[in-house]
């Protein structure tokens, strides 16, 4: 049974009963949500590993994955796991997608703006997502064919009709210098056209906001399985499209994403086409 909401008209109480699935997810995100805040306020005391060029990762990120897959696990335990901090096999046909901290760069500034990214897919297809932003306490969630909420009430995507007086989030391929030139052609094609673009530093947060309406369109380039899964579920239940450069369903392994309205997502993929290099063309 999929996420399903029961109302009546009349008084219009509506109740938004969650997939038993999802429910295990909100558990386990708002866990890590703790485990984020606790240190949230004392960072001097958080150990951080350089992980690549640009790439940290703390303790927290550490400590909060591994709560994450205790509650998972405990309620699914077989059922594989797909982690940014511990990793995992992403072959399995039930796969957990996590991120247990979107934003570790903002989170270790001090920059209140992060979230928890939990979804689940099956054979492929994203199934259930949770996005959790512990700073705001804004609890995003998702099953497929059965909408979006955020904080338990509908959600839908904006209805801009083209790119004038838009607002679109990105992010920067702050590790992939080799695609600096094609994003900043990308870039000012975009800014040309909409009213204005953020950089806000969380990728699945960007997602829920587009899921929202907060945003009216996200693009980035070179996004890992973990950054995408949660917020690409929420964007098409929200009545989006979230697509790869080519408007195709490689973002997954591509890692190259544009998520918006089908209006904006259609003229976002043609504003960005003449800057594709050969190979962001999926
Ligand atoms: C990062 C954030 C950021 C995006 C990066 C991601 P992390 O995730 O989503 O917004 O630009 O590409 O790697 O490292 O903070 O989990
Ligand atoms: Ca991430
Ligand atoms: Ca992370």
Redesign the pocket.
Known sequence: MLGAVFGNHSTRSWIFVMHPIVNIAVRAARRAGDIIMRSADRIDTVSIVTKGKN?FASDVDKRAEAEIIKIIRKAYPNHGILA?ESGGDSSADTLWII?P?????NYLHGLPH?AVSIAMQHRGKLEHAVVYDPVRQELFTASRGAGAQLNERRIRVAPAKDLSGTLLGT??P??SEQHIDAYLGMFKALFQHAADIRRP????L?LAYVAAGRLDGFW?I???KW?IAGGALLVREAGGLVGDFAGGENFMESGNLVAANPRIFKEILQTIRPHLTPDLQK
């Open positions: 790439d940014e991120d901290l979107d934003g570790t760069t992060y992010g920067f702050f590790r530093g969380s990728a699945a960007d980035e070179g996004l890992s950054d």
